[in-house]
């Protein structure tokens, strides 16, 4: 019964990384596997962009993973007891496409946009800023409201119980975060986070509508060397998108080797 | 205590407040005709931006042409996920592991590299430039996705109850559509509003498989920041079904 899927994922999926590995390996020219070459690699990783591109695109990722998880354990404690209609309104950014949420940033954070109006100036350069805060901004717009909901999921009755009885044992506040909240809401928010970040690093419309002409994030990396290189711009792109993919796994992986590290002994 | 209790329910008000006063501003925006700084609301309402946006055809094209590629992955994927997410839900495998690995890593890689991946062999197949081909390149992200949820609606109570249904003489067809999607119901119209919701909102695979056939992201992003008004009326016609997705999850999970 799980042939169809299994079958659909490696041949479209398997079929992808393959089809981007082999562009990545032959000549700009044609020619076929047969005459591989590792120019594209050299070319990427020769290429000063390409680093700069990597470094902000694991700047932002990191900065907008952390905070958005900081942000959501925040909001999640604080709505958990709060009626259906403000979760749903907290939740709202969460169905909303990336590149809605770029057009709201954009309406609101460009010079002379409408932050601008209400507050007088903003002290910062949110859109098309160097340091890439405008694409970090976004993406904790649109992804603590989605961590928001992992949490609020785990943090029903059940929980409150517990919490209940840990106070009537004379357990503080701190007390009661560490023992009885955090182990709740680790799993879900440690396995969002990984979502997020394998999404942000490797995500390029954001960046495309509201990050910096330079660096660029490895997405529009990717794309300026397609366009810019009719010859051998594909399978620059290629190796620049599966070192992405690489560097998304590691995330990935990463997360999940702090989740299994920070389990109790007594969960294991 | 009230008062403590007071400043938290402002607080979350005004939390979520944060969270949906953008979306006014996008929505007034996108039929405001003039509205300049420092005017905190638009000076003259109008639909240039929808004249502008579909002027030519192309946004209307591209349209037609994500809803229609969301609809059709939205089916497929259901039908793929299905018997997947039985497996899964049921919990009859011996390593879950890395079967639901397997499924699920393409939800983390990039829907560019994807596409970039696939355009080579969409090439040689003639399907570059073809609805056929974004189907292709959305499923990819649509269907872990898909399986994901709607194994969480499969378990021992389903089943259960298909085995009375089954043992009261239904055939596996009026099985399925008496006992089965009735009882997992609110999951489906979950996993149904994620699959749909991911293929419509693609950009990146889009944009490497799509050509000269663009979806509407592809057709929107050219005029971020380079006519405001445009944006805005796109952006409402791409965000009417993340709305109706928040409006039916709402009553799926009423349903429950």
């Known amino acids: 019964m799980l042939a169809p899927a299994v079958v659909a994922t490696l041949l479209l999926f398997g079929g992808a990384l393959a089809g981007a590995v082999e562009q990545s390996f032959t000549p700009p020219l044609g020619g076929g596997l047969e005459s591989w070459t590792l120019d594209s690699w050299r070319e990427v990783l020769g ?7 990597f470094w902000f695109s694991l700047r932002t990722t990191v ?6 998880a900081c942000l959501a354990l925040l909001i999640a404690t604080l709505m958990r007891r709060h009626s259906a209609g403000m979760r749903t309104a907290v939740a709202f950014p969460v169905p909303v496409p990336h590149l809605i949420v770029a057009v709201v940033a954009v309406l609101w954070l460009a010079p002379g946009g409408l932050a601008d109006r209400v507050l007088g100036s903003l002290p910062l350069n949110l859109v098309r800023d160097q340091a890439g805060l405008g694409v970090v901004l976004v993406y904790l717009f649109k992804e603590t409201p989605f961590l928001v909901l992992l949490l609020l999921a785990v943090m029903g009755r059940r929980l409150q119980e517990q ?32 979502i997020v970040a394998a999404f942000v690093f490797s995500a390029f419309e954001v960046p495309l509508a509201v990050g910096p002409n330079y660096p660029p994030s490895l997405g529009t990396y990717a794309l300026e060397v397609t366009k810019a290189n009719a010859i051998d711009g594909a399978g620059q792109a290629a190796a620049a998108l599966l070192l992405g993919a690489v560097a998304s796994i590691v995330f990935a992986l990463a997360i999940l080797g702090l989740f299994r590290a920070r389990r109790e002994p007594s969960e294991r | 205590m009230r008062g403590n209790s007071a400043t938290r329910t402002t607080l979350a008000a005004g939390l979520a407040l944060v969270f949906v006063l953008p979306f006014i501003a996008l929505v007034l925006q996108a039929f405001a005709d003039s509205w ?9 309402f109008g639909l240039r931006g929808f004249r502008d946006g579909f002027a030519g055809g ?6 037609v042409r994500s809803l229609q590629v969301a609809l059709i992955v939205t089916v497929l994927s259901l039908v793929i996920a299905w018997p997947a997410a039985r497996v899964i839900g049921e919990r009859r495998l011996r390593h879950p592991g890395p079967v639901i690995l397997l499924l699920a890593v393409p939800a983390l890689i990039s829907p560019f590299a994807i596409g970039t991946g696939l355009t080579g062999w969409f090439v040689r197949l003639g399907l570059t430039d073809s609805v056929g081909g974004l ?3 959305h499923l990819v992200f649509s269907l872990p996705y898909a399986i994901l949820v709607l194994s969480t609606g499969f378990g021992s109570r389903l089943r259960h109850s298909e085995e009375m249904a089954a ?5 596996s067809f009026r099985r399925l559509l008496m006992v089965s999607i009735p009882e997992i119901r609110p999951t489906l119209a979950v996993a149904v509003l994620l699959s749909f919701l991911v293929s ?17 992201p592809v057709v929107l992003l050219p005029f971020v920041g380079s006519d405001a008004e445009v944006a805005a009326a796109l952006s409402v016609l791409f965000l009417a079904p993340a709305i109706v997705a928040l409006a039916l999850a709402g009553r799926a999970g009423h349903f429950r």
């Open chain 1, 47 to 53: 290429d000063p962009t390409f680093v700069d591109a």
């Open chain 1, 63 to 68: 900065a907008a993973t952390f905070l958005s």
């Open chain 1, 163 to 194: 919490e209940e009885m840990a106070a009537v044992h004379g357990i503080g506040r701190w007390g009661r975060l560490r023992w009885v909240i955090w182990p709740a809401v680790r799993a879900p928010l440690l396995i969002g986070s990984m």
């Open chain 2, 36 to 44: 300049t700084a420092p005017a905190l609301l638009p000076q003259e």
């Open chain 2, 58 to 63: 192309g946004a209307g094209a591209a349209l």
């Open chain 2, 135 to 137: 189907i292709l390149g």
């Open chain 2, 167 to 171: 043992s009261m003489g239904l055939g």
């Open chain 2, 200 to 216: 419509w909102s693609q950009y990146g695979s889009s944009l490497a498989i799509s050509g000269g056939s663009p979806t509407l």
